[in-house]
């Protein structure tokens, strides 16, 4: 099992950069992606970016391409998201997902069975 813990979410001016982190505990040494998601309330769950263990293998949503980095610290069992150039749209709830077994769809919400509890972007 695995447990996700996001932070790092804030009120910023557009424009303006945040950097989220994702701590995972339990057994992170079987993880095999991690992604980054978010939600506005009434719409779906939006795949924003993903990265494999390996740290090599990155996806991102058309969206947000150019603007968010995604990278991951296995010795932290930490995933971060950069995002800079933020505009109103980026205001959601993002969350981050993990997964052991193999993800075909890195941006895909059910690719992932371990959620964290979100953390709060407001442009």
């Known amino acids: 099992d695995v447990q996700l813990v996001e932070s790092g979410g804030e009120s910023v001016q557009a424009g303006g950069s945040l950097r989220l982190s994702c701590v995972a505990s339990?057994?992170?040494?079987?993880?095999?992606?991690m992604g980054w998601f978010r939600q506005v309330p009434g719409l779906e769950r939006e795949g924003v970016a993903a990265i494999f263990s390996g740290g090599t293998r990155t996806y991102y949503a058309d969206s947000v391409k150019g603007r968010f980095t995604i990278s991951r610290d296995n010795g932290e069992n930490t995933v971060y998201l950069q995002m800079n150039s933020l505009k109103p749209e980026d205001t959601a709830m993002y969350y981050c997902?993990?997964?052991?077994?193999?993800?075909?769809?890195?941006?895909?919400?059910?690719?992932?069975?371990?959620w964290g509890q979100g953390t709060q972007v407001t442009v």
């Open positions: 997902a993990a997964e052991f077994r193999m993800v075909r769809r890195p941006l895909g919400e059910y690719e992932y069975n371990y």
């Open positions: 339990g057994a992170t040494q079987d993880i095999g992606c």
